[in-house]
């Protein structure tokens, strides 16, 4: 999708052989032992022919010997227009989108692990399989990037080429892709290679003196090969999802608790594998109930792309990224807002028949003993008449009074008995039960701040913020009555009340005057970005602190208010956007 000039300059300037650079593009393609897959797409071939070279089996350089995620394929479709010109429509560009992403995409197994990325989950992600290699990629963008690509070994060193083309930097930085001195690498890396060399079965291992991004390129070469089992059974399997029908929701939004609800979906009559949807969720905590539209595209077979928001303009629109179950019932993921998702919900949808269906339960634990615990029930489906015997919840806890009954929700009055066993509980009405909804304790023995450690970005003057949202958890240690062991319970989010201190960082530190606000939701709002002449030295308001949840049970044994604490960085705003774009309607 360039100027076929400028391609071949790229190659020279990246330090490929001026032999391989011309050859015609088909003998370079014939020559790919793993072969490639053919482009059958008229339009596709005629966007990007131009620069991608076609053989008669359709096999086109470059995109032939690629598989990726949606998303993957959006940053180079955007890559293309923003660097090389390529001139395309908005519909024009989505329906080359949908076709690089279902016949060049990946099967679910590969995409699994990757989810978080796509999710636009902040998490501390380590590639085990090479330190190395996480090193070298993810110095700039997620690995989660690495992950949802599949090349064949020549179109890896290709990409390798292109990064240091474009980037030229990157070969001398720390943790680069090229090290000075012949190949010796950093000091750790030389030490490996070291140990490497020492007796196996035996035998010496030659030293490896390859530089960083070959190793880093045969690496990816043999651990993400274009050719693949779970792409060969997939795509022969591949077919249009079939999901119109009445769905559950069920969910947890950070700082919010538990979301019940239920999802419509149908078909779109104008677009194939895309989707309308209408849906109504409760936050169970709060009563709070939410109406929501949207529009949604499965990619693939089994990735969902969409968009919904509320009747109301000012409603935030949320996007919802989710993986469909091979079996067509059930799909997962995170529905999110904001400039930088910080906002979310984790989501499971089940599909809806004419049975009744048990979702879960308001509360995430009853203590032992207790009477008159009111608790709710959420589904569809549900009798409306019930007995109380209808309504079983375990040895130790009685159902005593049916307080309501719709067939989205029954109010129940329960008794716990004080020999009530702790531990998971199954919910089941009528003979239908969902697992381990709830839990049941003897006594809160402490309280967890999660995210463990959370990190914000300073803006509002010329960058726009990143907020972190913090929950506390009851935690009861079990029956051994020690922390961090298999007993332990997680007893859901509690209303603690919320504070910063200060994490003694630098001498004198105080940060906790000027790194930000933290309601008592558990929501913490960064202070703006840009020097501030309050502060010594007319410094910035980065800083860290501790964030510190304090709650006091009723009733639940602790002699005193339970305390947790979670660690905080407010750092700079995000001048450059690695994040993935979301993709979809």
Known sequence: ??????????????????????????SRVSAVPEGGIPVTDEETRRACGSCHATDDKHIMTRISHRRASPENWELTLRRMMSLNNVNLAPEAARRILKYLSNQHGLAPEEARPAMFDAER??????????????QLCSTCHSMGRVLNERRTREEWSLLLAMHRYYYPLIDGSSGGFRRSGGGGGSANAQARRSAARQEEGGERRPPDNRQPFERAGDHLADAFPLRSEAWTTWSAAMRAPRLDGRWTL?????????????VVIAPDPDSPDSFVTRGQMTYARTGESVARSGRAIVYTGFQWRGRSSGPQDASPTWSEVMLVERSGSEMS???????????????????????????GTDLAALRAPASGQRLRIFGANLPPNPAVTDVDLGHGIRVTRLVSATPQVLTVEVDVAADARPGPRDVSVAGFTTSAPLVVY????????????????????????????????????????RPATADDLDLGPVEARWSLEEYTATFKDDD??????????????????????????????????????????????????????????????????????????
């Not at 840009?530 to 009723?554: M, Q, Y």
Request: glycine share 14%; aromatic share 6%; with cysteine.
């Open 333 to 359: 993921g995170r529905w999110f807002t904001g400039d930088h998702a910080e906002t979310g919900i984790d989501i499971t949808l089940r599909r809806v028949s004419s049975d009744p269906v048990v979702a």
């Open 512 to 585: 906790v005057q000027f790194v930000g606000e933290l309601g008592q939701d558990g929501l913490f709002t960064p202070a703006v970005d840009g020097p501030n002449p309050k502060r010594s030295g007319n410094r910035n308001n980065v800083g860290d602190v501790w964030v510190v949840a304090t709650f006091a049970p009723d009733g639940g044994g602790a002699a005193r208010p339970l305390r947790g604490r979670a660690h905080l960085l407010v750092t700079v705003p995000i001048y450059m956007d690695w994040s993935p774009r979301q993709v979809g309607q």
């Open 250 to 262: 069920v969910g947890h939004q950070l700082g919010k608790g538990r979301v019940f609800g239920e």
């Open 442 to 481: 003897a006594r809160m023995d402490a309280i967890r701040v999660v995210p463990r450690s959370g990190m914000a970005r300073l803006g509002g003057a010329a960058m726009e913020p990143r907020l972190e949202q913090f929950e506390a958890r009851g935690i009861s240690y079990g029956a051994d009555g």
């Open 1 to 26: 999708m360039s100027n076929p000039g400028a391609v071949i300059a790229i190659l020279l300037a990246c330090g490929l052989t001026a032999v391989a650079a011309s050859q015609p593009a088909t």
């Open 121 to 134: 989950r902040l998490i501390e992600y380590s590639y085990k399989a090479d330190a190395d290699v996480q």
